[in-house]
């Protein structure tokens, strides 16, 4: 029986790393395309992918998976369909509501969006055009255990669903966007970035620089998806639940 944990999403005050809007010469109505500020592992050989928009994305082979480095940042299902900006719209707790996407506090950066992706929730995890990039999906509950339990490699404890050294062998190493003391050696080439969540309802945004939010695609229940997480104050990693209509960062795993 998996671990129930509630999140509450709020926002706050994001101190030294808030999140800037995007500066530009008032003469160049050319978007700026954004650069990753990432610390990947120099000892891993990685891959890459595209979505539909020709975003670039780096891909890591870890056991039997491959799994984007990235986090995605897309704004269009794979069929082309525009997903809703959510910006400044409510997301609420009813299966009536569509997909949608925003930035952490609705940043323009291009440098933040590149390096710590898009929020979505989970109406646009579930929808049938796809979020994932063509050869790609969505993980499911399972896809995540499996990549838990091959990091883990049989140390720490795993229960319900979570592991207590995981988190430290995927996620970033260094406090350059963790912001706190961060033990991570991110050994598997993972590189978990802390992008952060938004809460259901009205916009507000918690966690960034200290939490990474990854959704899956398996169902909890009708108001609810199984999600993965992980903290800078400890090393674990693992699979628990929250409602819809927050947004998570996601990363997609190759069919």
């Known amino acids: 029986m998996k671990k129930v944990m509630i999140v509450v999403c709020t926002a706050i005050a994001v101190g030294s790393l808030a999140l800037a809007s995007c500066c530009k010469d008032k003469d160049d109505d050319t978007p700026r395309v954004g650069k990753s500020t990432a610390v990947f592992n120099?000892?891993?050989?990685y891959g890459t992918m595209t979505d539909i928009e020709g975003n670039v994305y780096r891909t890591i082979t870890i056991g039997t998976q491959t799994w984007m480095a990235e986090n995605l940042r897309t704004t269009r299902y794979r069929n082309g369909d525009p997903i809703p900006n959510g910006a400044t719209?409510?997301?609420?707790?009813?299966?009536?509501?569509?997909?949608?996407?925003?930035?952490?506090?609705?940043?323009?950066?291009p440098d933040t969006i590149a390096t710590f992706?898009?929020?979505?929730?989970?109406?646009?995890?579930?929808?049938?055009?796809n979020l994932a990039p063509e050869g790609w999906h969505i993980p499911t509950a399972a896809e995540w255990d499996t990549?838990?339990?091959?990091?883990?490699?049989?140390?720490?404890?795993?229960?319900?669903?979570?592991?207590?050294?995981?988190g430290g062998k995927l996620r970033e190493t260094g406090t350059l966007h963790w912001g706190r003391a961060n033990r991570a050696t991110n050994s598997s080439g993972f590189t978990a970035l802390p992008g952060g969540s938004r809460g259901p309802g009205?916009?507000?945004?918690?966690?960034?620089?200290?939490?990474?939010?990854?959704?899956?695609?398996?169902?909890?229940?009708?108001?609810?998806?199984?999600?993965?997480?992980?903290?800078?104050?400890?090393?674990?990693?693992?699979?628990?639940?929250?409602?819809?209509?927050?947004?998570?960062?996601?990363?997609?795993?190759?069919?």
């Not at 929730?121 to 055009?129: C, E, F, H, I, W």
Request: with cysteine; net charge negative.
């Open 147 to 166: 990549l838990i339990a091959y990091v883990a490699a049989g140390e720490g404890i795993t229960q319900n669903g979570i592991n207590t050294v995981a």
């Open 42 to 45: 120099p000892d891993k050989t």
């Open 117 to 129: 992706g898009l929020l979505y929730n989970g109406y646009a995890v579930l929808d049938s055009r």
């Open 89 to 109: 719209t409510d997301w609420p707790l009813s299966d009536n509501t569509p997909g949608g996407y925003c930035s952490y506090n609705n940043t323009s950066d």
């Open 202 to 255: 009205k916009p507000s945004f918690d966690h960034v620089g200290y939490t990474c939010f990854f959704w899956s695609s398996t169902i909890y229940d009708s108001y609810s998806l199984w999600y993965s997480s992980s903290s800078s104050d400890f090393l674990s990693f693992g699979t628990v639940m929250f409602s819809k209509p927050c947004g998570m960062s996601v990363r997609c795993i190759k069919d």
